[in-house]
């Protein structure tokens, strides 16, 4: 089986999307040819995979393009430009390639004029879609959207519709991406879910008094699409003695506003750290997001062994009652009932930590390498 991976990203360069390719590289290499055309690579790679860099400075241009639209202009949305400047050499790349000889793509991002030129060369291949992200269309009926989510377009943009009637498998990490695909009308049975995994040797729990200082945790962009502003007004209104929030993440410039007074409610922002040190000190993990695939930061604080209040839209795998809390997004009510009860039963962070970490160990990055090409033998059979 020859394969290639196309992603707009650096491949085994850690906090991105080509962080948590390499398992799957690592497994595919075992008895399979493997070509990754990507951004850029981690160097030190070249010696045992075959990869091509697509995009010349490929990093630096994405980068711009990034920090532009979270800084600056909001109503810029980089992710199209990203993939037309991406598919434009890629597409150049190709053409060096004998796309007869290659059996499967997987792709980590939507591609329209590749795969049609894919599928013209060789009919038989088969594409493979990576869906990290739920689509907008899952957050329609959710309260003041048009506030939360001002800038976005909650109908997805043709070039991804365009894409859709090339792929043979979508990749879902959640029960809530799988979701917003079928309301995008994917079939169900074209939808394979399989959740991320986590470094367990990385992130581990620690020792720590849980008599002392209530101490919680939340760590990511620190955005409206993470319920940033719910998260702080439960904390506000809870105000509670001996207590402090550990916020982790770039603060976006639209939630600054809920960020007054952090030292009257023991609220410290930290921008970014290594939270592999970090996290463990916490004794939980509250996450009350608006829209994800399955967030990476959720499986981290799991192998910490922290509780978890989140909610579905996280795409957390946490099981309600067991590892944490599941709560409706939007609801200040019940993101303060749980860390409430997490505060007065100090017992129980133990008991679900515990099972937290048990859980974490069940979905490691091997784990999730081997899920995958389980689905690659299925695919091409």
């Not at 169900?188 to 040797?201: L, R, S, T, W, Y």
């Not at 979905?363 to 695919?379: A, D, P, S």
Request: hydrophobic residues 40%.
């Amino acid at each position: 089986m020859k394969t290639l991976f196309i992603l707009n990203s650096d491949f085994g360069v850690e906090g991105t999307v080509g962080s948590r390719i390499l398992p799957l590289a690592k497994e595919l290499l075992k008895n399979k040819e493997l070509i990754i055309l990507c951004r850029n690579f981690k160097e030190e790679l070249t010696n045992k995979y075959n990869i091509k860099k697509v995009v010349p400075f490929g990093s630096i241009i994405m980068k711009i393009l990034y920090g532009i639209t979270i800084f600056s202009f909001q109503k810029f949305k980089s992710n199209k430009i990203k993939n037309k400047i991406f598919e434009f050499f890629l597409i150049r790349k190709l053409k060096k390639i004998d796309l007869s000889q290659i059996d499967m793509i997987h792709s980590w991002d939507f591609l329209p004029r590749t795969y049609e030129i894919l599928k013209n060369k060789n009919p038989k291949i088969k594409i493979i879609q990576d869906v990290a992200m739920a689509f907008l269309n899952i957050i329609k009926n959710i309260k003041d959207k048009e506030k939360l989510f001002k800038y976005d377009r909650l109908e997805s943009p043709n070039y991804l519709k365009d894409a859709f009637r090339y792929i043979d498998i979508f990749v879902a990490p959640s029960e809530f991406v799988k979701k917003s695909l079928i309301n995008e009308g994917i079939e169900e049975n074209k939808i394979v879910i399989v959740p991320f995994g986590v470094d367990i040797n990385k992130f581990k729990p620690i020792n720590k008094d849980l008599n002392g200082k209530f101490k919680v945790a939340f760590s990511g962009n620190v955005n409206n699409r993470k319920g940033i502003p719910y998260l702080i007004e439960a904390w506000k209104e809870l105000n509670l003695e001996n207590a402090e929030l550990n916020i982790y993440g770039r603060i976006y410039p639209e939630v600054r506003k809920y960020l007054k007074n952090t030292k009257k409610y023991n609220i410290n922002l930290y921008g970014f750290i290594d939270l592999t040190q970090e996290l463990p000190k916490n004794h939980v993990y509250v996450f009350p997001s608006l829209l994800e695939g399955s967030a990476k930061s959720i499986y981290e604080a799991l192998a910490c062994g922290l509780p978890v209040i989140t909610t579905f839209n996280s795409g957390s795998i946490i099981r309600d009652d067991e590892e944490g809390f599941i709560v409706p997004i939007q609801n200040t009510g019940a993101l303060k009932e749980k860390i409430l009860f997490f505060y007065n039963n100090r017992n129980k962070i133990k008991e679900f930590g515990e099972r937290a970490r048990r859980l974490a160990e069940e979905y490691t990055w091997k784990r999730y390498g081997k899920e995958v090409n389980k689905l690659y033998r299925l695919v091409l059979k």
